[in-house]
């Protein structure tokens, strides 16, 4: 049996002692603090022949476990202490396993995805093997390990202050792990006992691989079917006006030029029905925690070339809709990718009300520039001119602001702000 494997092989055995020698691959103490944690009543005997270095009760809290000077687990100083054990009455962990700790066991080796159950320090008992190793987890908080950044740690860890100290649900929190290049979605729940009291939380991570993929594939038909909307509908007002000009200039049957005017008016609602449509699909939304640096990577895998850079400044958690946030920024790096080239240089960072994407390119050749914010005007002839002006609307949707301006260097910089900054 592995460290790896014995949160899980415990919750499927009738165990009466565990012997942990202190050469395994992680801190013996952390092991022992786990297992107390899950089964506080099984004993616990820790041989090897240098104990110097194994101290409980100093850095976590206090367990239980005996100490036993001996090089091998048939040693008899081993046999000694496990005898002395089983001498006892059988602690509740030596009866065969309950159905719900088979249940248990079944979904932290079988499940696709990141399980894991914290003590009310917020500290790993147990955990899955799908993501992360267990053993460089058990007895350690998201602060302690070694896997992720430290502002996401610290972050993961507040998130578990929070379930564990308010009781609230922490839901759908999209990250991005720089240690294994995965995207994730996190979610935590309180772990309460019989009585009700919080005493920890259970957890799942999943990666969002296959989803993004499919959600690309998505994506890049929406924006294909929402430029040629738009588009069409550019032409047909520019059309709709010349009408709209004609008719007050024709002398006839005023029932039938007023019948006509009423009919152009009913086709010009249509069209900026469909510019409505276009640009952001009006329904019901509900504010969640995001990342800014998750949702931007997403993106740039999808635009990025070979001579393109991305210059990520600083992150920020925000509480906005996650669809809308996300087009957004699409359309922001897409505007940079047009009007700039291959070669560009993207900058996005976080601020005090939101965050900004800015560019390395010639800057906004149009005075002023908040013109580039309205439909069809731009300075590339390939281009359509309405990724800005989509952008204005989903900002205008949101309740946030846009502002053009001048990057450092010296090329176009959007700020976005307005967006509530997550706990």
């Not at 709209?244 to 007023?258: F, K, Y």
């Not at 409505?276 to 925690?289: G, K, M």
């Amino acid at each position: 049996m592995t460290v790896d494997d014995l949160m899980v092989r415990l919750c499927r055995s009738a165990v009466s002692c565990l012997a942990v020698p202190t050469d395994v691959a992680t801190d013996v103490e952390n092991v022992v603090y786990a297992v107390d944690g899950l089964y506080p009543e099984l004993p616990v005997v820790v041989f090897g022949t240098d104990l110097s270095g194994t101290v409980f009760g100093t850095d976590l809290p206090d367990v239980d476990a005996e100490m036993v000077d001996a090089e091998t687990l048939t040693d008899a100083a081993v046999v000694d202490a496990v005898a002395d054990v089983l001498s006892g009455e059988p602690p509740a962990s030596a009866r065969p396993p309950t159905r719900r700790e088979t249940l248990l066991a079944a979904m932290f080796d079988g499940f696709p995805a990141h399980l894991y159950a914290k003590d009310a320090d917020a500290r790993h008992l147990i955990a899955s093997d799908e993501l992360l190793t267990p053993s460089s987890l058990l007895g350690l908080t998201d602060m302690e390990t070694l896997w992720g950044d430290e502002t996401y740690d610290e972050a993961n860890y507040n998130d578990d202050r929070r379930v564990i100290e308010a009781g609230e649900n922490v839901l759908d929190i999209d990250e991005y792990a720089d240690s294994t290049g995965h995207f994730l979605r996190t979610s935590k729940v309180p772990w309460r006992d019989s009585s009700g009291r919080t005493v920890g939380l259970v957890g799942i991570t999943q990666d969002m691989g296959e989803l993004r993929e499919q959600k690309e594939a998505l994506r890049r038909q929406n924006r294909r079917l929402r430029k040629v909307a738009l588009m069409t509908a550019h032409e047909l007002r520019n059309e709709l006006q010349v009408a709209t000009g004609h008719l007050s200039q024709i002398e006839c049957d005023e029932t039938a030029v007023d019948a006509t005017a009423t009919s152009v008016e009913h086709v010009a609602a249509i069209v900026d029905k469909i510019v409505s449509l276009a640009t952001f699909n009006q329904r019901e939304r509900e504010p969640t925690t995001l990342w800014l640096s998750a949702i931007v990577r997403d993106i740039w895998e999808t635009f990025s070339t070979a001579e393109s850079t991305l210059s990520f400044v600083n992150d920020r958690r925000l509480l906005a809709d996650r669809d809308a946030t996300q087009l957004l920024i699409e359309l922001l790096i897409d505007n940079a990718m047009v009007h700039v080239g291959p070669a560009v240089t993207v900058e996005v960072g976080g601020t005090d009300t939101g965050f900004y994407v800015a560019d390395d390119g010639p800057g906004i050749e149009i005075d002023p520039p908040e013109r580039a914010l309205e439909p069809a005007v731009t300075t590339v002839e390939s281009a359509s001119g309405f990724g800005l002006y989509i952008a204005q609307q989903i900002a205008d949707e949101q309740g946030w602001e846009i502002g053009v301006g001048t990057s450092v260097d010296g090329g176009a910089r959007i700020d976005v702000t307005g967006i509530q900054e997550a706990e």
